[in-house]
């Protein structure tokens, strides 16, 4: 599916000011005009959740089948949808104008501002609402669940605050957090967005290939901001800090490299951990692999010598041999296992 080629295109007055866009603004209009005229008609498929509680609607996937991933967006200058559910991941911006996202509760409304990103759950409940005198846009990046779990989730399994806010859905259905950011204009994630605004209302043959690694560097992208937001917002002791950084580098860190981080002697920072946790620097980052392992290992279908990998161990045998020494029995055996806890303990 393609733009029609009559279509008149008009300038483009983009979501954050400033001159972001470096493309062609009349073709990024002409993708705008036409994917809003297409909002309508996608496939709006809602089913009644027999666990919602509140006849809540849960919305089906909106693509085709041969569909992984789509941009999805909205034009108008009015929306109103019923509050409901989706089994599908999603990410929405306010590309042009400002809008309200109703989320979690009926009464919860979050004012989303123009440049800013609302990060829902998978099977969050949500509802857009919004109304002007100018157009409103909002731009979706949308993921099939599955395709999110097995393809875009472990990348993201380095941020521990995102990769909790991701999986918990699978712990409890009715989970219903959001994360809201504020992009600076020349973030490189709005002209990502606008290079899958063209390829989506340009369909061709190749353009799933195309879309999913703009779609990863976004989803890599929004896991830095959405860290640094964080750390701004709390004040941490040096301890917390670095016990921060070390569930953010599984994958091979060493007390050397931490100590360069931190500007302290390595003494320093082996002492200090083990006065204020208990543990040795050694320890700490093993209950911390094992601990994220566990995590992957109960809300993912990824291959446990790949789980092992994303934590450090390219061995998969060492791997092994320490799973058994902290667990008692190998990953294999653990896996069979049902367990209603987020982590096992350590003996």
Known sequence: MRLAADETPHLLSSASGGERNKMDPLKLEQAIDFLGKEFPHLNWNFRPDPAGGRNISISQWLGSDQEEVM????????????????DFFFVNFAYRGDYLALSARFDNEILIRQGDCYIGQPYSGYALRGQSREDIVIAGILIRRDIFFSEYLAPLSSEPEMLRFFLEPQINRQADEFIHLSLQPDSPI???????????ANRRDDTQKVLKPLIFSTMMLLAREYRECQIGKREKSITDAMLYYMERHL????????????????????????????????????????????FLMQHTDLPIEQIAELIGYHNHSNFYKVFRGFYGMSPRKWGKRESNSP???GR
């Not at 709005?190 to 989506?200: A, F, N, P, S, T």
Request: proline fraction near 1%.
């Open 251 to 294: 994958d091979g860190l060493t007390l050397g490299e931490l100590s360069a981080q931190f500007g302290y002697h390595p003494n320093y920072i082996s002492n200090r951990l083990h006065q204020e946790t208990g543990k040795t620097f050694s320890r700490l980052l093993l209950e911390k692999r094992l601990q994220r392992a566990v």
């Open 71 to 86: 941009i999805c967006l909205f034009k108008g200058n009015q929306i109103h949808e019923n509050f409901h559910r989706q």
């Open 190 to 200: 709005w002209h990502l967005l606008d290079l899958m605004i063209v390829e989506y």
């Open 343 to 345: 982590f096992l303990k």
